[in-house]
Nanobody, 125 residues
Framework: QVQLVESGGGLVQAGESLRLSCAAS????????MGWFRQAPGKEREFVAA????????YYAPSVKGRFTISRTSAGNTVDLQMNSLKPEDTAVYYC??????????????????WGQGTQVTVSA
């Protein structure tokens, strides 16, 4: 059974950093783009960042560009999100995602292929 498992969430103060990690089981994910989404209370789940299957291309939401960095291991089954200069508005549950097409993560044309269970990130002012 394929699974995405996130780790690394927590409580930090504004301006600090956190690193999230997503471990994917199953060889399928090594050839799929992967990404991160987040959902704050009362808001819809939103795209944060994505990376191509080979790590050669990365994509970011305007709100996090320049502060967050997405990366994946050469084996392709672990994806990290380094979050710097965190702001209170970054507070949300962060979800790892994988899909056959990176455009589907960017534009949500259809259901996302796989989701993790989510990890809470809380940034205090």
């Amino acid at each position: 059974q394929v699974q995405l498992v996130e780790s690394g969430g927590g409580l930090v103060q504004a301006g600090e950093s956190l690193r999230l990690s997503c471990a994917a089981s199953g060889s399928t994910f090594s050839t799929w783009p992967m990404g991160w989404f987040r959902q704050a209370p009362g808001k819809e789940r939103e795209f944060v960042a994505a990376i191509s299957w080979d790590g050669g291309s990365t994509y970011y939401a305007p709100s996090v560009k320049g502060r967050f960095t997405i990366s994946r291991t050469s084996a392709g089954n672990t994806v990290d999100l380094q979050m710097n200069s965190l702001k209170p508005e970054d507070t949300a549950v962060y979800y790892c995602a994988a899909d056959r097409y990176v455009d589907n993560m960017l534009h949500r044309w259809g259901p996302i292929g796989a989701w993790g269970q989510g990890t809470q990130v809380t940034v205090s002012a």
